[in-house]
């Protein structure tokens, strides 16, 4: 680094340093809108208010055919019917103008073939909620989950303050996005709870699943193409759509504002699209008030999690289809644990926003509404906001820890040395404590050793305790088929890697489950050693490597810039409490580290994939030679190989690193960062270093990379060994 | 009175340059606290607009006559006995017509809240209404049913069954309560020699210091004002206004002026932090037709002058303004220019600003008006406009010159019924795009309806029947359902082949949204029912209730939306503040081309609430911010006064608050309009044009 100054200011271009400025500004405004929007709760969440739905009185039978009388959602609202609703949709004033006016002056297509699509499209994309199919539904659903499930718990306090708060206003459910079974699971529960059912918004891919399409329809889905780019009247069908059931407010809309499903179990960066459309009916005082519920959905054994892991490595992910979904129904002879689900505290958009509604209404309402740089600004802090509420009411499986602990086993003991259950346990607890301490509900409801054990034996496919009380992983990629390599979508790594890559990029599934709590201490405990070890230690000093590697990790995990510094001085109180960083300071200003270093390298291990993976794509972008460009799936093929070569000669021991997922959001955040640049050619997004960022960027992350790198290196077959092979494998 | 004991102090010449310590002393006999008084007497000088003309008031009824009178011979006490004794006897066929507001209000008006002392609704046992007067051709005994007592019992949690001998404020204030007035003695003496009546009596005081909006109401039960005029002054003509206003302009005076005292936008608040002394300049006695020009169809009017009493005068002539706001009663011309107000037949007859033909308008460096009686002006910026919507704080309107018409050969009221609130607005939209607006058109949503219907007469047991079968006829063959159903009122005006012309137009629409005639009676009863609304608001404070209207206009793709956010954020906010009982509803009240006026009814039980006026505004003002956030206006027609400015920036833009701050520090540099309205006064000095 040297004389280059702070990283933080050689990581960033101009421009983005600009808008990381106005964030940081906005910072406390943010603050300020959240005072008044969200009272924190009364007290500590714990799991006695949460209860199991699936324990109930009644049999399955009587309770799917129990009369119907929901809680409104808003008084007076009237159910249309699906062909009411595209009625709606197709006379609103502003489909009128988009179609009589615009596309079909500009673009001179006659109107009627416009009209025609703009009908196809809306029966495609219409939900048909009928009660007599979701009861039928609720049934089977019922049945299976009493199958799989040990329990489905739902916070009932947090249902009490969602029921004393709707009413009104048009709701928005914004679920966490784990797994499949989160679509199912919120109208599960709004109809054990009486609640109208939700229309939830779901991506095209099930309409092409023969029968499951047309069941997703009638519990209430609509279905909304990935990608519509630029065609403006799927846009606005989409976007009318969308408002006609806010502004009506017949039902809560769901829908997942992190996109798409988080195969890696860690919380994905929001999507504005969806929540800005959703917004506008506000923004345009249509409706006065949209209450905003995030859900945390935490399951303590993912259904996909293979699927997964295979999907991270490159593996494609099979097609969705019928005949694929039955194949999967062996799922149902594991067990899968137990599903906590709890609704956080409603949000009032109007309290978020309030002071930046309406000057814009002069314009009549037919006429689309353009989003101000400051509602724009607004909307991502709210979804950011969302997020981070879906985390902080997660509540968080033993394993998760477990699996914290076996992979930092794992990757710095010798191989002889196994870990066994009696260690396990003692380190989880303390773990426990920790993360209890950063604001963790975790689910512990028997004593450790227990709950430890019952934990483990939910996942028993992917560890397994043997009679002697060792802990192992086991090999769960043996029995699967032969990967084509012409499939994979990324590098086509070598057998052996899948090997040992499957189960790992598995249990680190579960780690990722917990790193939005550690995710800033890690930062910080890791910006005071390399601080300290550089000779510094100064406040200062560690917040601009802490700003750098929070700007670096950005994309990966919620690190809003507007939290930066509350979370900063958060995780310093927090670490000094727990004794990673030392408490008696006479300096205020300068930190050191504490007695818990045995924490401190647990922290700091976490980051240990992350940073790999980005310094290899550091590298991997540096070599492109000047003037040329990749394509993003050329740079994470080559990062791959980069890493499969470091995997096999033991200079890495990682193997989530690998993880597309992870290589993506590198690429992205070097791009925010200026260190690669994003060339769009002929409608293909290419990428090209920017020679003295890049190698600045690198030089910092290879830096704290060498810290965080384990002191015990194993090759890739000696890690294989750790693993028991199976001889036949489930999935 | 004459037999009252005189005891005149001669050495406090105050006496005899102020009548107001007279009129102070009548007060003060009524109320029989005669061991207070120090000075008695029983004359009330009052100039008329003819020359120098004296008022004696010698009954116990405080009747007023005027007669000719030589000013200076009142500084004898006995001589102005003498003389008052004289004058009684004294012939009065040679006045003008005196208007129905009499110097004294609170004679005639009630003090603690709307309209006529002797105009009140009792509710006697088991529901029963009963108006106590016949100013109101309403039934005067209604009886409440048991569906609608049931019904009210849910929303407002009051038994109307039970509520016998409702508490009500006394008759008369308790003067005991208002402060002693600051006197500027050279306005005294100004006013003295300019021989134009004047009092500093509390509760004249007291009368002219408050509006009529619930808030102002309450307040003035608690005797919460912070701060009354210092003295009331009656001026009889344009010149005395002029004098008056030269004179306060000399001694740093500030003047209120006060029409009908029926707004309800605070607009003559005094500001507590005045050290001036206010002045309240009453325009009640300016009450005079001036002319009557049938050929040109305009007629000339002193501002005082109040609605029924000018629609009166004109209709014994075949003539009528057409401007018809539910205030008609009491609310003056002058108060309408000056508050931009609206009349309910305003579609066949125009907003007081198309009627409007001419102005005269005192300021403080002179009189603004034009000279000009033509139909139309193209000569630069119209300054009518600066004149209309002034509310006070520009100078003191004293004359208006508007456009009459004809009466109508026929007026026939409608109703109809719509299956709902939705409905019934796609109706008024489609009637406002086929521009076939009846003189007046109104929809009351579902509640509004259901809370008139407090007031029906008693049912007898056939009417019973019949009304069922008629529900049930409605549900049956309309697909209209008594629960979700909105109401529409109607009135026709014009000549007889019009008035059938477009009924039926109507009719037709109305049959195209699914609607249904209900009949003129029905279309009577809502417009007589808006009347004496204000009445029905005092009768819910006396309950418990608190509860008022406040309005709006906006465009027409928002009406809809507007009318049912705003609800929900009443709705919303009364359960943050912890409400139980409340209702709000909405009626669209005037039809334009380009969007509606719509009105808001809130009330709420305030049993149990704490420091309740305030949750009241607390939640009146997140109602209007949310019908601004939806595109309404700050307000249709009520204006801004004090209780409104906060929007007023947002509303016409900094600039124009700039624009209005220098036209007021150019009209009116001594600030001797210093009520408030408007602009908040901080805007004013920061104002940089």
């Known amino acids: 680094m040297g004389s280059n100054g702070s990283p933080s200011q050689i990581a960033e271009g101009t421009e983005q340093a600009e808008d990381r400025q106005k964030a940081a500004n906005a910072a406390p405004q943010l603050q300020e809108v959240l005072r008044h929007t969200c009272p924190s709760p009364a007290g500590p969440r714990v799991l006695s208010t949460f209860r199991n739905i699936l324990d109930r009185d009644s049999c399955d039978l009587v309770w799917v055919t129990k009369e119907w009388r929901p809680q409104q959602v808003t008084l007076h609202a009237r159910t249309r019917t699906t062909a009411k609703i595209r009625q709606d949709v197709i006379s609103s004033p502003k489909m009128q103008h988009t179609i009589e006016q615009q596309l079909s002056s500009q673009n001179e297509v006659p109107k009627e073939a416009l009209w025609r699509e703009l009908n196809d499209i809306l029966i495609e994309m219409g939900h048909t909620q009928t009660m007599?199919?979701?009861?039928?539904?609720?049934?089977v659903l019922s049945k299976i989950m009493r199958k799989i499930y040990s329990g489905v718990f739902v916070n009932e306090e947090s249902i009490a303050r969602l029921r004393a708060s709707i009413g009104n206003n048009p709701v928005i459910f914004m679920p966490s996005h784990r797994s499949y079974a989160d679509f199912l699971l919120m109208s599960y529960v709004c109809f054990h709870y009486n609640i109208m059912l939700p229309v939830i918004a779901a991506g095209m891919d099930f309409v092409s699943m023969w029968g499951v399409g047309r069941l997703l329809r009638d519990s209430g889905a609509f279905f909304i193409r990935r990608s519509f780019g630029n065609d403006k009247l799927y846009w606005a069908a989409f976007s009318e759509y969308v408002q006609t059931l806010i502004t009506a407010g017949e039902n809560p809309i769901e829908f997942f504002v992190e996109g798409t499903r988080?195969?890696?179990?860690?919380?994905?960066?929001?999507?504005?699209?969806?929540?800005?459309?959703?917004?506008?009916?506000?923004?345009?005082?249509?409706?006065?008030?949209?209450?905003?519920?995030?859900?945390?959905?935490?399951?303590?054994?993912?259904?996909?999690?293979?699927?997964?892991?295979?999907?991270?490595?490159?593996?494609?992910?099979?097609?969705?289809?019928?005949?694929?979904?039955?194949?999967?129904?062996n799922v149902l002879d594991e067990q899968y644990g137990r599903i906590h689900i709890d609704f956080t505290e409603p949000i009032s958009v109007n309290k978020f926003f309030g002071d930046l509604r309406s000057p814009k209404l002069m314009r009549p309402l037919h006429l689309p509404h353009q989003i101000t740089p400051d509602e724009s600004t607004r909307i991502i802090w709210l979804a950011n906001y969302v997020v981070r509420q879906q985390q902080k009411n997660a509540v968080i499986s033993l394993f998760s820890l477990a699996a914290v602990v076996i992979t930092h086993h794992v990757l710095t003991k010798p191989r002889n040395q196994l870990l066994n259950m009696h260690q396990l346990t003692r380190q989880v607890a303390s773990l426990k404590s920790a993360a209890e301490s950063f604001g963790a509900l975790i689910d512990c409801r028997d004593n450790l050793e227990v709950s430890l054990q019952d934990a483990l034996h939910i996942h028993k496919s992917l560890i397994v305790t043997s009679k002697d009380g060792q802990v192992q992983v086991k090999n769960v990629a043996a029995a699967q088929a032969p990967v084509d390599p012409a499939k994979m979508k990324g590098h086509s790594l070598q057998d052996k890697t899948l090997q040992v890559g499957v189960p790992m990029v598995m249990l680190q599934h579960y780690v990722n489950q917990t790193l939005h709590l550690f995710i800033c201490?890690?930062?910080?405990?890791?910006?005071?050693?390399?601080?300290?070890?550089?000779?510094?230690?100064?406040?200062?000093?560690?917040?601009?490597?802490?700003?750098?590697?929070?700007?670096?990790?950005?994309?990966?995990?919620?690190?809003?810039?507007?939290?930066?510094?509350?979370?900063?001085?958060?995780?310093?109180?927090?670490?000094?409490?727990?004794?990673?960083?030392?408490?008696?300071?006479?300096?205020?200003?300068?930190?050191?580290?504490?007695?818990?270093?045995?924490?401190?390298?647990?922290?700091?291990?976490?980051?240990?994939?992350?940073?790999?993976?980005?310094?290899?794509?550091?590298?991997?972008?540096?070599?492109?030679?000047?003037?040329?460009?990749?394509?993003?799936?050329?740079?994470?093929?080559?990062?791959?190989?980069?890493?499969?070569?470091?995997?096999?000669?033991?200079?890495?021991?990682?193997?989530?690193?690998?993880?597309?997922?992870?290589?993506?959001?590198?690429?992205?955040?070097?791009?925010?960062?200026?260190?690669?640049?994003k060339n769009k050619e002929n409608g293909k997004v290419l990428y090209s270093p920017n020679s003295n960022r890049l190698r600045q960027v690198t030089q910092i992350v290879g830096d704290f990379l060498q810290l965080v790198a384990p002191i015990c290196r194993k090759s890739q077959d000696e890690q294989a060994r750790l693993l028991i092979t199976r001889a036949k494998a489930r999935l | 009175m004459g037999t009252a004991e005189s005891t005149v102090r001669d050495d406090d010449n105050r006496l005899f340059r102020g009548h107001s310590h007279i009129l102070d002393d009548i007060t003060h006999l009524r109320s029989k606290k005669i061991g207070k008084i120090e000075r008695v007497a029983d004359v009330v000088i009052w100039p008329g607009c003819h020359g120098d003309v004296v008022g004696i008031s010698t009954t116990e009824h405080s009747v007023l006559k005027r007669y000719q009178f030589d000013f200076c011979s009142i500084c004898d006490p006995n001589k102005l006995r003498m003389i008052a004794r004289r004058l009684t006897t004294a012939n009065e066929n040679n006045r003008k017509s005196s208007g129905s507001i009499p110097l004294k209000r609170q004679e005639l008006l009630k003090w603690h809240g709307w309209g006529y002392k002797d105009t009140k609704v009792i509710v006697t046992q088991r529901g029963k209404l009963f108006i106590t007067s016949n100013r109101y051709p309403l039934v005067k005994i209604s009886q409440v049913s048991l569906k609608v007592r049931e019904w009210i019992q849910q929303v407002w949690g009051i038994d109307l069954y039970e509520v016998e001998n409702i508490p009500e404020p006394p008759e008369n204030p308790d003067i005991s309560n208002f402060p002693d007035p600051f006197l500027e003695s050279e306005f005294l003496d100004g006013l003295l020699t300019l021989q134009i009546v004047y009092s500093t009596d509390g509760e004249d005081r007291f009368f002219r210091s408050h509006g009529q909006a619930m808030?102002?109401?309450?307040?003035?039960?608690?005797?919460?004002?912070?701060?009354?005029?210092?003295?009331?002054?009656?001026?009889?003509?344009?010149?005395?206004?002029?004098?008056?206003?030269?004179?306060?302009?000399?001694?740093?005076?500030?003047?209120?002026?006060?029409?009908?005292?029926?707004?309800?936008?605070?607009?003559?608040?005094?500001?507590?932090?005045?050290?001036?002394?206010?002045?309240?300049?009453?325009?009640?006695?300016?009450?005079?037709?001036?002319?009557?020009?049938?050929?040109?169809?305009?007629?000339?009017?002193?501002?005082?002058?109040?609605?029924?009493?000018?629609?009166?005068?004109?209709?014994?002539?075949?003539?009528?303004?057409?401007?018809?706001?539910?205030?008609?009663?009491?609310?003056?011309?002058?108060?309408?220019?000056?508050?931009?107000?609206?009349?309910?037949?305003?579609?066949r007859y125009g907003n007081i600003e198309d009627l409007v033909v001419h102005i005269r308008f005192v300021t403080a460096v002179g009189v603004l008006e034009k000279e000009s009686r033509g139909p139309r002006i193209s000569c630069g910026i119209d300054f009518n406009q600066i004149i209309l919507g002034s509310e006070g704080t520009l100078g003191v309107i004293t004359e208006v010159c508007l456009k009459v018409r004809p009466l109508p050969q026929l007026q026939v009221y409608a109703s109809f019924v719509f299956p709902d609130f939705e409905t019934g607005v796609k109706f008024t939209h489609d009637v406002a795009m086929?521009?076939?607006?009846?003189?007046?058109?109104?929809?009351?949503?579902?509640?509004?309806?259901?809370?008139?219907?407090?007031?029906?007469?008693?049912?007898?047991?056939?009417?019973?029947?019949?009304?069922?079968?008629?529900?049930?006829?409605?549900?049956?063959?309309?697909?209209?359902?008594?629960?979700?159903?909105?109401?529409?009122?109607?009135?026709?005006?014009?000549?007889?082949?019009?008035?059938?012309?477009?009924?039926?137009?109507?009719?037709?629409?109305?049959?195209?949204?699914?609607?249904?005639?209900?009949?003129?009676?029905?279309?009577?009863?809502?417009?007589?029912?808006?009347?004496?609304?204000?009445?029905?608001?005092?009768?819910?404070?006396?309950?418990?209730?608190?509860?008022?209207?406040?309005?709006?206009?906006?465009?027409?793709?928002?009406?809809?939306?507007?009318?049912?956010?705003?609800?929900?954020?009443?709705?919303?906010?009364?359960?943050?503040?912890?409400?139980?009982?409340?209702?709000?509803?909405?009626?669209?009240?005037?039809?334009?081309?380009?969007?509606?006026?719509?009105?808001?009814?809130?009330?709420?039980?305030?049993?149990?609430?704490?420091?309740?006026?305030?949750?009241?505004?607390?939640?009146?003002?997140?109602?209007?911010?949310?019908?601004?956030?939806?595109?309404?206006?700050?307000?249709?027609?009520?204006?801004?006064?004090?209780?409104?400015?906060?929007?007023?920036?947002?509303?016409?833009?900094?600039?124009?608050?700039?624009?209005?701050?220098?036209?007021?520090?150019?009209?009116?540099?001594?600030?001797?309009?210093?009520?408030?309205?408007?602009?908040?006064?901080?805007?004013?000095?920061?104002?940089?044009?």
């Open chain 1, 132 to 139: 007599p199919v979701v009861r039928w539904f609720g049934y």
């Open chain 1, 262 to 329: 988080s195969r890696t179990a860690k919380s994905l960066c929001p999507k504005l699209g969806l929540l800005s459309v959703a917004l506008e009916p506000y923004l345009t005082g249509q409706v006065s008030d949209i209450v905003v519920v995030p859900i945390n959905i935490s399951y303590d054994r993912t259904l996909e999690e293979t699927l997964y892991s295979y999907e991270l490595l490159g593996v494609p992910k099979p097609k969705e289809s019928t005949s694929g979904l039955f194949k999967a129904l």
């Open chain 1, 521 to 677: 201490p890690a930062i910080v405990s890791l910006s005071v050693q390399q601080s300290i070890n550089q000779g510094s230690g100064m406040k200062a000093n560690v917040f601009a490597k802490y700003q750098f590697l929070r700007t670096l990790l950005s994309h990966e995990f919620i690190l809003h810039k507007a939290w930066e510094t509350m979370d900063f001085e958060q995780s310093i109180q927090q670490l000094q409490k727990l004794g990673v960083l030392d408490e008696s300071l006479h300096d205020s200003m300068k930190l050191s580290l504490g007695s818990n270093s045995h924490l401190q390298q647990i922290l700091c291990q976490l980051l240990l994939p992350f940073l790999a993976g980005y310094s290899s794509a550091c590298s991997t972008m540096s070599e492109v030679p000047a003037g040329k460009t990749v394509s993003l799936n050329e740079a994470l093929k080559s990062t791959q190989a980069r890493l499969e070569k470091l995997l096999l000669s033991a200079q890495l021991n990682h193997h989530y690193s690998l993880s597309l997922d992870l290589l993506t959001a590198a690429v992205n955040s070097l791009t925010s960062m200026g260190a690669v640049i």
């Open chain 2, 215 to 347: 808030s102002d109401i309450m307040n003035a039960r608690r005797y919460q004002i912070a701060r009354l005029p210092d003295l009331v002054v009656w001026p009889n003509s344009h010149e005395d206004v002029v004098k008056i206003v030269d004179l306060s302009n000399k001694c740093n005076i500030v003047i209120i002026p006060f029409g009908g005292g029926t707004n309800v936008t605070s607009a003559v608040t005094c500001n507590p932090n005045e050290i001036r002394m206010i002045v309240s300049l009453d325009t009640s006695q300016m009450n005079q037709i001036l002319w009557l020009d049938k050929r040109n169809l305009t007629v000339c009017v002193q501002s005082g002058i109040t609605g029924r009493d000018l629609e009166e005068q004109l209709f014994r002539e075949g003539f009528t303004t057409g401007h018809d706001p539910d205030s008609l009663e009491f609310s003056s011309v002058g108060g309408w220019v000056s508050t931009r107000a609206s009349g309910m037949k305003k579609n």
């Open chain 2, 434 to 689: 086929k521009n076939i607006q009846p003189a007046s058109l109104r929809l009351m949503d579902n509640m509004q309806f259901r809370m008139g219907l407090i007031m029906k007469e008693e049912q007898t047991f056939i009417g019973e029947i019949v009304d069922k079968l008629k529900l049930t006829a409605l549900r049956a063959i309309a697909n209209i359902n008594e629960d979700e159903m909105s109401f529409a009122v109607a009135v026709f005006e014009g000549f007889k082949d019009e008035v059938a012309i477009n009924k039926v137009k109507i009719e037709k629409l109305v049959v195209k949204y699914g609607g249904v005639s209900a009949g003129a009676k029905n279309g009577e009863r809502g417009y007589l029912l808006t009347s004496t609304i204000g009445y029905m608001r005092d009768i819910c404070l006396n309950l418990g209730m608190l509860s008022d209207s406040f309005e709006t206009s906006v465009p027409w793709d928002r009406v809809l939306q507007l009318c049912k956010n705003v609800k929900s954020v009443v709705a919303e906010e009364s359960k943050e503040k912890g409400l139980k009982h409340l209702s709000v509803c909405c009626r669209v009240t005037q039809v334009y081309d380009t969007g509606a006026c719509v009105y808001f009814y809130f009330a709420f039980n305030a049993a149990g609430v704490a420091d309740a006026l305030r949750v009241y505004e607390q939640i009146e003002s997140r109602a209007r911010d949310e019908a601004i956030a939806c595109g309404g206006n700050i307000s249709h027609h009520h204006g801004v006064g004090q209780k409104r400015r906060k929007w007023v920036p947002r509303q016409i833009s900094p600039t124009a608050v700039g624009l209005y701050s220098a036209i007021k520090k150019t009209l009116d540099p001594n600030n001797v309009f210093a009520v408030q309205n408007i602009v908040l006064p901080a805007e004013i000095t920061s104002s940089k044009l």
